[in-house]
């Protein structure tokens, strides 16, 4: 039988969803604009709709799972990955 969950472990990942969840789709978008062949206007389209399928996606993917720890370790090492990534591409797109 599942144990009660309390309200401030619901609460929590709500706030995950909410902060770093849409700090992860943000850099996510960014990062795939970057990497989506095509022009620069139908890469920018396709991520953002990309985007909301991945947020939609990571919001099931925290209720989902069932260790507190594991939400926020994961969802801040892909916002880094990610973040990274993304600069790392702004940088050298601004140095050519």
Not at 33 to 53: N, Q
Not at 62 to 85: D, H, M, P, Y
């Amino acid at each position: 039988m599942a144990k009660p969950v309390g309200r401030w472990h619901i609460a929590s990942r709500v706030l995950a969803a909410a902060i770093p969840g849409f700090l992860l789709t943000n850099t996510a978008g960014i990062l795939l604009t970057f990497l989506l062949p095509g022009d620069k206007l139908s890469a920018v389209a396709t991520a953002t709709i990309l985007s909301y399928l991945l947020y939609a996606a990571i919001i099931l993917w925290i209720f989902s799972v069932q260790r507190l720890r594991t939400v926020w370790i994961a969802l801040l090492s892909a916002v880094v990955v990610t973040g990274g990534g993304a600069w790392l591409m702004i940088t050298l797109e601004a140095a050519s």
